[in-house]
């Protein structure tokens, strides 16, 4: 149990354009959801907390309206990268928490790799 | 099908050495990572191993047996912040990462 999708696990797009990123609860609802960029030195910087039926938290330094979350139901929270830029290429992490357990639990997925050209 | 399992929560004592240790089946190898957590809190990175063999950081080391499909983080001289959970990450043949469910680690005085 507690599994945590990604979808795609690996993107290549052109500079400008934009790119979904799907986080799937497969066999659990999740309130919350929270979104990860990992940095070539392994760290990871959250990006944003998604809650479902209302508008994310983004951390400071990250821009709303270039990484758009959308939270539209208790299994499935969206990342889209919008007018991407190299500078965006990394490796995108999303993570959820089970609805009505301890808040601290999270799950996390497999990540997706965005290169961008 | 691709698995990762450590213990769900241990207990230890302030100033004590803890083992949590960390088993995979996963399709291809890539290199194991280990995270803490603190709640509320994004993880902090906190080691990769890829070859076998002990990686000592200060207060924490870790281990990897790729033959064994084995991991153990090491922590020494406990402290009260130690308190977390520990998350063991595999990247598989794709980068994909497989983690494991966490261990939650509460120190006592």
């Known amino acids: 149990g507690a599994v945590v999708s990604q979808h795609p696990s690996r993107v290549i797009c052109k500079s400008g354009t934009s790119v979904k990123i799907e986080c799937r609860s497969l066999d659990f609802q999740a309130t919350t959801m929270f979104w990860y960029r990992q940095f070539p030195k392994q760290s990871l910087m959250l990006m944003a907390t998604s809650n479902e039926g209302s508008k994310a938290t983004y951390e400071q330094g990250v821009e709303k309206d270039k990484f758009l979350i959308n939270h539209a139901s208790l299994t499935l929270s969206t990342l889209t990268v919008t007018s991407a830029h190299p500078e965006d290429s990394s490796f995108y992490i999303c993570?959820?928490?089970?609805?009505?357990?301890?808040?601290?639990?999270?799950?996390f997925g497999p990540g997706t790799r965005l290169t961008v050209l | 099908g691709q698995n990762i399992d450590q213990p769900t929560e241990m207990t230890a004592t302030e100033g004590a050495i803890v083992q949590i240790n960390c088993t995979y089946q996963?399709?291809?190898?890539?290199?194991l990572f280990w995270y803490q957590q603190h709640a509320g809190e994004a993880p902090t990175f906190l080691s990769y191993n890829v070859l076998d063999g002990l990686e000592e950081k200060g207060r924490f080391s870790s281990f990897l047996s790729r033959s064994k499909g084995y991991s153990y983080l090491l922590l020494k001289e406990l402290q009260m912040k130690d308190s977390a959970s520990y998350l063991c990450a595999v990247s598989d043949s794709n980068y994909q990462l497989i983690w494991g469910a966490g261990t939650k680690l509460i120190i006592k005085p």
């Open positions: 996963t399709s291809g190898f890539n290199g």
């Open positions: 993570s959820a928490a089970p609805s009505g357990r301890d808040p601290d639990t999270q799950y």
